[in-house]
């Protein structure tokens, strides 16, 4: 069976089912785990939607042919149970899992895996980015029934890596529904997976009912019956939810709500290092930002021991790049604090009296950004500069960023890497290829992108730092970003959940499979 995603609108009586559906699940000893999180799930099509919250659906209700778990993170079998790779680092060869199956019971073969790698690589949309140039239309084979290879247009380390994005659809529940946009319209409201979870009910804004596959072929998983990913913008709220055990997680909370968690009965905190940065990106196409030396004064006006007292643990970012990565230059100059720079730019730029109105989004609920526009704003004045502050819902944050036009001229985001490696923030956040998405709407420039392709290309480790110590110290130069923080990761679970590991890959999209509840 193929799962539609049903709407609960229209009814207050359906309302109050749903308001009340978490607790309720939890008073009545069902293996259900709650998740509260601020963010919520635009789409449902593997191949299109970027984000934790996202993710998190992917993960569950679909696989990749690899997965990646642990601390530090290793990458494992999923839908392919082995693999093997050619001495020129050119060929993978997978072979399938013969026991997975799709939510409809059918076998996951070969031809569904070639045929979501094409979908993938024609949309251009999602995580398509992370095999751009690496992998080709057409250089995707079924060798036979539970055997795939992939011919690589030029050696890629972190293939297997990225790997774990490539999530694969049940080629024969859409086909049927592609209409004239390769079933985008179809899958953004239906499951076609093989995942050990399916699609529930739902509510827009609200809560996202998963629940356990009829025919879960996955080995070793915990007893969890289903979870509800439970929409709460204020992290004050989610801190509660958690504290009465109306929440199992708690996944956006700020340094106080952890802190105001302490000692509390049931409840363990959650503090680890990830790869996960926070920058204010500037639109760098449209409006004043465009101009580079208004954006060099913006850098050096901005109070970063402000935004880091008020980040709790965090440590300030040096550049593009998270601390200890791969090729991360820890010398290198960055903008901090400097009102006497800050007005060496601006008089250099086409703005110098100020006297205008710039704009910021940022995503509703999260109370560190909000504390981070504040601080915005106030550097700002120092400029004769006004800030419009807008919180707004996330998934109309990335509507806006579609375009330079409907882009804020400030675009607060946190980007936690989605493999251990510099190519993920480097080519999501700064090539200009990414355009339009909301880890990149605006940023381009030729020099840029071509360090970044070269380094995707080259396997020895020792010339790709080389090469990202040129694209930091371009990038820097160009100041189309307030590099910002690198916080550790906070979470908040009951003392009943089980097996929960902690790996800093996405460490917010959580994979259920071998969670229990006692």
Do not use: C
């Amino acid at each position: 069976m193929i799962l539609t995603r049903r709407a609960l609108l229209g009814t207050a009586a359906a309302s109050a089912v749903l308001a009340h559906l978490a607790p309720a699940a939890l008073a009545q000893g069902s293996k259900v785990m709650v998740l509260a999180s601020a963010v919520d799930i635009p789409n449902f099509d593997p191949h299109v939607a970027t984000g934790y919250a996202p993710a998190m659906l992917f993960r569950n209700v679909y696989d990749p042919l690899v997965r990646v778990s642990g601390n530090p993170p290793e990458i494992q079998p999923a839908l392919a149970s082995s693999w093997t790779l050619s001495d020129d680092g050119l060929i993978y060869t997978f072979t399938l899992d013969p026991d997975a199956v799709f939510h409809d019971g059918s076998p996951v073969t070969a031809d569904d895996v070639v045929w979501s790698i094409e979908r993938i690589l024609k949309l251009q949309r999602g995580n398509a980015w992370m095999i751009e140039g690496i992998v080709e239309p057409g250089a995707t084979r079924a060798l036979d029934e539970h055997t795939v290879e992939f011919t690589l247009t030029t050696p890629y380390a972190p293939f297997l890596q990225v790997m774990i994005w490539m999530f694969i659809v049940n080629k024969d529940a859409v086909e049927p529904n592609l209409a004239d946009d390769d079933g985008q319209a179809w899958l953004m409201t239906n499951i076609a997976g093989s995942g050990p979870f399916t699609m529930g009910r739902y509510q827009t804004g609200n809560l996202y009912q998963l629940t356990r596959a009829e025919n879960d072929w996955h080995a070793g998983g915990g007893n969890l019956d289903g979870a509800i990913w439970k929409i709460t913008r204020e992290t004050s709220t989610q801190r509660l939810m958690v504290a009465r055990g109306e929440a199992h997680m708690a996944m956006d909370l700020s340094a106080e709500d952890m802190k105001a968690l302490e000692g509390t009965e049931g409840v363990d905190l959650i503090y680890e290092t990830e790869y996960r940065t926070f920058s204010i990106k500037m639109n760098t196409q449209d409006g004043p930002l465009q101009d580079v030396n208004l954006r060099r004064a913006i850098s050096y006006a901005y109070d970063y021991d402000a935004m880091l007292a008020a980040a709790g643990p965090a440590e300030l970012m040096t550049g593009p790049l998270p601390t200890g990565i791969l090729g991360f230059d820890p010398e290198l100059e960055v903008p901090r604090r400097d009102m006497e720079k800050a007005r060496e730019y601006l008089a250099k730029s086409e703005f110098a009296e100020g006297g205008f109105t710039l704009t910021a989004r940022y995503a509703a609920g999260y109370e560190n950004m909000r504390r981070w526009a504040l601080i915005l704003l106030e550097s700002l004045k120092e400029l004769n500069i006004t800030l419009d502050i807008q919180p707004t819902a996330w998934p109309d944050i990335v509507s806006s960023v579609a375009t330079p036009e409907t882009a804020p001229d400030f675009h607060f985001i946190f980007q936690t890497a989605n493999y251990a490696d510099p190519d993920n923030i480097a080519y999501a956040a700064y090539h200009s290829s990414r355009n339009g998405t909301w880890q990149n709407p605006t940023y381009g420039n030729p020099e840029v992108d071509t360090l970044i392709e070269q380094a995707r290309g080259e396997i020895d480790a020792e010339a790709r730092a080389e090469i990202y110590g040129e694209f930091q110290r371009a990038v820097v130069a160009d100041a189309p970003d307030l590099f910002g923080v690198l916080e550790k990761r906070k979470l908040a679970l009951r003392d009943n959940v089980q097996n929960f590991v902690f790996t800093p890959v996405a460490a917010n999209a959580v994979e259920l499979l071998p969670l229990s509840l006692d």
